[in-house]
């Protein structure tokens, strides 16, 4: 069976830093690319960063660009969200995603796998 389940939320105050991880198992993932996404209340459920296959592309949202680092360890079937200089507005849940085609994507539907998520929220 497939799983993506993140960890790593929690509460910071505003400027703190949070590391989320990914571990992914029931499947190889070494080939698929793999984002994260975040959900506020109320919110769509909006793109943050994605990473290739081989953690050589990335590709941020401009809300966070600067700030969150994407990273992978294909040994380990783990993916990383590094996320600095926190804003209350960072406050969301945060998913990670697999997609199989060796393409990047901002768009949530085109990912085939989803883990639970992790909640992040961040006072002002």
């Known amino acids: 069976q497939v799983h993506l389940v993140e960890s790593g939320g929690g509460l910071v105050q505003a400027g703190g830093s949070l590391r989320l991880s990914c571990a992914a198992s029931g499947r190889d993932f070494s080939s698929d690319y793999m984002g994260w996404f975040r959900q506020a209340p109320g919110k769509e459920r909006e793109f943050v960063a994605t990473?290739?296959?081989?953690?050589?592309?990335?590709y941020y949202a401009d809300s966070v660009k600067g700030r969150f680092i994407i990273s992978r360890d294909r040994a380990k079937n783990t993916m990383y969200l590094q996320l600095n200089s926190l804003k209350p507005e960072d406050s969301a849940v945060y998913y990670c995603?697999?997609?199989?085609?060796?393409?990047?994507?901002?768009?949530?539907?085109?990912?085939?796998?989803w883990g639970q998520g992790t909640q992040v929220t961040v006072s002002s």
């Open positions: 990473i290739s296959a081989r953690g050589v592309f990335t």
């Open positions: 995603a697999a997609r199989t085609s060796a393409r990047t994507s901002t768009l949530s539907a085109s990912y085939d796998y």
